[in-house]
């Protein structure tokens, strides 16, 4: 029969384990919109769809070549070069890879797609040890064999406010933190019938299962990252709304495949504040509740 102190051990044990095994069955019985395909599209200008159904990839054109931005999962190459193709591009033409975080459902297929296209790969400073090692250096998710990822090395990095410039196009980088430690939202113009259009390819604050805000072991100070991030993500002047999942700006309300082109189809900066505030409503809640257990 186990000693007190020794069932009280095996009863921890076990507690860690079972969170331990919820968390890597969220991982792996990914939504099934993560792996369901979705026909290729213009979104506004030079900026087109070429992910899934959930995880957003974008494809940004330029005379000089092209920019993609996020690549899903490990498996999702082939459906971005194929959505690619369709729209009468070719991946030999794309130049700049990058992401607007460091977890396995937006760069798995990153280090495949570098071997493709010969694409420089350029991610904010503090995401670096993310690509370059799979996922290992995640303060969340490094342990967690199910979220690792090929390794791939990084070309360049920028830090906040740097800019990605290409053929005419420029990214402005926007660190809003958190969700990894550099996670970041970039923003462009685009010109369109005489209008102009600011975009922004937002990376938005939503908090992972087993994620404590008031401080993680290995993110210290992802509480006030956070609460910069909503701060940031208030103050930004952004006409068109996109992200990093299509379920967090709403696409498939707005669009569905055969509809035809709309450059206003996308503008929603009521809907974009709208998400932010929710988000942030989230991890308020979620801060009193963790002090409070303290």
Request: hydrophobic share 40%.
């Amino acid at each position: 029969m186990l000693s007190m102190s020794r069932s009280v051990r095996a009863l921890a044990a076990l507690a860690v384990l079972t969170c331990a095994l919820v968390a890597h069955s969220r991982i792996n019985a990914q939504n099934a919109d993560w792996t369901r395909p979705f026909p290729p599209f213009k979104l506004i200008g030079n900026v087109y769809w070429v992910g899934g159904y959930d995880l957003s990839t974008y494809l940004i054109t330029t005379p000089q070549g092209h920019i993609l931005i996020n690549t899903g999962l490990a498996e999702s190459a082939p459906a971005i070069k194929a959505s690619v193709e369709q729209l009468g591009f070719k991946m030999s033409d794309v130049k700049i890879l990058t992401a607007t975080h460091g977890h396995f459902d937006h760069v798995a297929a990153i280090a495949d797609l570098k071997k493709m296209t010969g694409a420089s790969l350029v991610i904010s400073e503090r995401d670096k040890d993310l690509l370059e090692t799979g996922g290992a250096a995640d303060f969340r998710w490094g342990d967690t064999a199910s979220a690792r990822f090929p390794t791939v090395k990084v070309d360049r990095t920028f830090k906040d406010g740097e800019q990605i410039s290409l053929g005419g196009t420029t990214l402005t980088t926007h660190l809003q933190a958190g969700h990894t430690k550099g996670a970041t939202s970039f923003t462009t113009e685009v010109q369109e019938n005489g209008k102009t259009y600011r975009v922004g390819i937002v990376n938005m604050g939503s908090i992972n299962p087993g994620v404590t805000v008031t401080g993680m072991p290995k993110y210290s100070g992802i509480k006030d990252d956070y609460a910069r991030t909503f701060a940031a993500q208030k103050a930004m002047k952004i006409d068109v709304f996109l992200s990093s999942h299509a379920s967090q700006f709403k696409m498939h309300d707005k669009y569905k495949p055969g509809d035809s082109y709309n450059p206003d189809r996308f503008v929603d900066p009521a809907g974009f504040l709208k998400e932010v505030s929710e988000l942030e409503k989230a991890y308020l809640a979620q801060v009193a509740k963790e002090q409070a257990g303290k």
